[in-house]
């Protein structure tokens, strides 16, 4: 994606109606590359950077966790939080249908379906986040108690360094 060019997504589309305070950060998308690539092409730090995550439970119900970057989420304990028997990842098709959006490129912000959202509680302690704003090689930077107040998520511990 062209830095100069920004494309207009479902979450951009709802933040701006919301008249959210934002900044789109574009870089070079790696196939693949994860949030390591776009911590390093936006210079900021992997832990900085939020994954958006499309999860299942036993029922197969879809939810959304909000992780760092640079950790890994307890499905165990997440379930364990949350009284069910298990939590697992959906899988990159299944992901897509319940958000909208292209895995690499999931936002939490205008999914196509209504999830609950699960935040690790730990990413309110960051000044600055930057998390998908919808597309493959778009990220926006973001103040995460204007995240909280937009997702309503619940607050979790569930992660892995």
């Known amino acids: 994606m062209a830095k100069d060019k920004i494309p207009s997504t479902p979450a951009l589309r709802l933040l701006r109606q919301q008249r959210v305070n934002f900044i789109p950060r574009p870089y070079s998308y790696e196939a693949k590359g994860g949030t390591a690539v776009s911590a390093r ?3 900021v730090a992997e832990h900085n950077v939020i994954k958006t995550l499309i999860m299942e439970d036993d029922a197969r119900q879809p939810l959304i966790v909000l ?4 950790c890994e989420v307890s499905t165990k304990e997440l379930a364990r939080l949350i009284g069910v028997k298990s939590i697992r990842p959906c899988d990159p098709k299944t992901a897509d249908r319940h958000s909208g959006y292209q895995v690499g490129g999931t936002s939490p912000f205008a999914t196509r379906k209504n999830m609950p959202v699960y935040l690790e509680k730990t990413i309110l302690e960051l000044d600055r986040i930057y998390i998908n704003g ?3 090689g778009l990220l926006i930077e973001i ?3 204007t995240l909280c107040e937009l997702l309503q998520p619940e607050l979790i511990s569930v992660a892995i360094s």
């Open 67 to 70: 992780m760092h970057g640079d």
């Open 41 to 43: 092409e936006l210079g």
């Open 134 to 136: 919808g597309k493959r």
């Open 143 to 145: 103040d995460p108690r």
